[in-house]
Structures are given as C-alpha cells and as structure tokens.
T-cell receptor
Framework: AQKITQTQPGMFVQEKEAVTLDCTYD???????LFWYKQPSSGEMIFLIY??????QNATEGRYSLNFQKARKSANLVISASQLGDSAMYFC???????????????FGKGTKLSVKP | NAGVTQTPKFRILKIGQSMTLQCTQD?????MYWYRQDPGMGLKLIYY???????DKGEVPNGYNVSRSTTEDFPLRLELAAPSQTSVYFC????????????FGPGTRLTVT
C-alpha cells in the first residue's frame, strides 16, 4: 500500500490566487514527520515546510502553510498568493520515527505539477 | 557552507560500464541517503547510512553499492550499468530523524545507452 498519496498529477492556478495541493499518508507510527519539497524545472529539491505528528498547530512558512488533519491522515499544502515562480513539481514526503529498524529516510509521493498562469 | 555536493552533474554510460557517483556533505551529519528519481515519479531510496562504517539497503538497491569510510563522503557505485538505471540520482543528508529536514544535493542525471 502506498504510504504517501498525491492524487493530483497536475494543477493550474491563476497568479495571485491561493492553491491547495493534496497529500494523504498512511502510517501506524505515532511519531512521524511530514514534509513538502518543491522541485523546479532545474531539478533541485527545495525544502518548503515541515509538520510533526505531535505539533498542535499547523505549520506555516511565509506563503506556505500545511493543513494538517491528523484523523484524516492528510497534510495538504496551501500556497497563498501564487507567483509565476511557484510553477514546479511539489512532493509530499513522510519520515517515520526510527525505532531501531527504520532508516529515517523520506518516503515520497509521486508529486503534483503546479502551473501558475499569468 | 557548501552543504551537499554531488559529482558529476551529468553522465552518459554504455551498457555494462561502471562508475561512481560522488557525494560529500560538510554539515557533519550522521545520516546520508541515496535516492533515485525516475521520470514523472517521486524519489526512491537506494541505500542509506547512519554513520561512518554503517550502510544498509533501501527500497531499490539492486545494481548498486555504497561505502561510508568518513562522515563526509558517501559514494554510490554502479556496476554493470543497465538502461533501467537511467535516472536522476540525489544524495541527501540529515542530522537527526523525524524532525529534521533532509538536505539534498543538486542531483546527477545519468543516462545508460
């Protein structure tokens, strides 16, 4: 079973509007972290935002916020006031607690390609 | 601060050739990882290391080998390259586990023909 599911292969948004990128996850560990990375066409992986499973408040970083709904196991990324430079692939990823057997690596979804229209 | 560096940036290999992808980090991180990203997909873990001298397989280790003789370096060896290994390879490092971001290198685009 997929651990990270991103159901939107591609999304369009008008410049200056907000957009939500969906991410659902599957884990039985009580302690985990959720990450969003941006990958522009140049290929590098850029860290955007992090949410810990025990965090009470939704994470925010500038124009990025993470809508964390623990009971639904969802961690949607919200980008406010979209800019042309936001056009990129966006990956949701999860890191589970290392109990001695886990690698601590990130498990990635397949990504969502966001295109911002002028 | 250079972060995570990878060399080369691009490489074309013929089937059956071998090569080593270099990865170095200057942040004194214990955890290091190699991922591959196939077209239109997310990243998949090839190998990882939790410290010098300790390595283990990830999700897709076949056809690869790694070593970790120092904290800084984590080279990935491809033996007998195959077209299925055409991919973009990312090295990453992190200081901790659940709560810390992973720092990625710029990637190596490898084509096997």
């Amino acid at each position: 079973a997929q651990k990270i599911t991103q159901t939107q292969p591609g999304m369009f948004v008008q410049e200056k509007e907000a957009v939500t990128l969906d991410c659902t996850y599957d884990t039985s560990d009580p302690s985990y972290g959720l990450f969003w990375y941006k990958q522009p066409s140049s290929g590098e992986m850029i860290f955007l935002i992090y949410q810990g499973s025990y965090d009470q408040q939704n994470a925010t970083e500038g124009r990025y916020s993470l809508n964390f709904q623990k009971a639904r196991k969802s961690a949607n990324l919200v980008i406010s006031a979209s800019q042309l430079g936001d056009s990129a692939m966006y990956f949701c990823a999860m890191r589970e607690q290392d109990y001695g057997g886990s690698q601590g690596n990130l498990i990635f979804g397949k990504g969502t390609k966001l295109s911002v229209k002028p | 601060n250079a972060g995570v560096t990878q060399t080369p940036k691009f490489r074309i290999l013929k089937i059956g050739q071998s090569m080593t992808l270099q990865c170095t980090q200057d942040m004194n991180h214990n955890y290091m990882y190699w991922y591959r990203q196939d077209p239109g997909m997310g990243l998949k873990l090839i190998y990882y290391s939790v410290g010098a001298g300790i390595t283990d397989k990830g999700e897709v280790p076949n056809g690869y080998n790694v070593s970790r003789s120092t904290t800084e370096d984590f080279p990935l060896r491809l033996e007998l390259a195959a077209p299925s290994q055409t991919s973009v390879y990312f090295c990453a490092s992190s200081p901790n586990r659940v709560g810390d971001e992973q720092y990625f290198g710029p990637g190596t685009r490898l084509t096997v023909t």
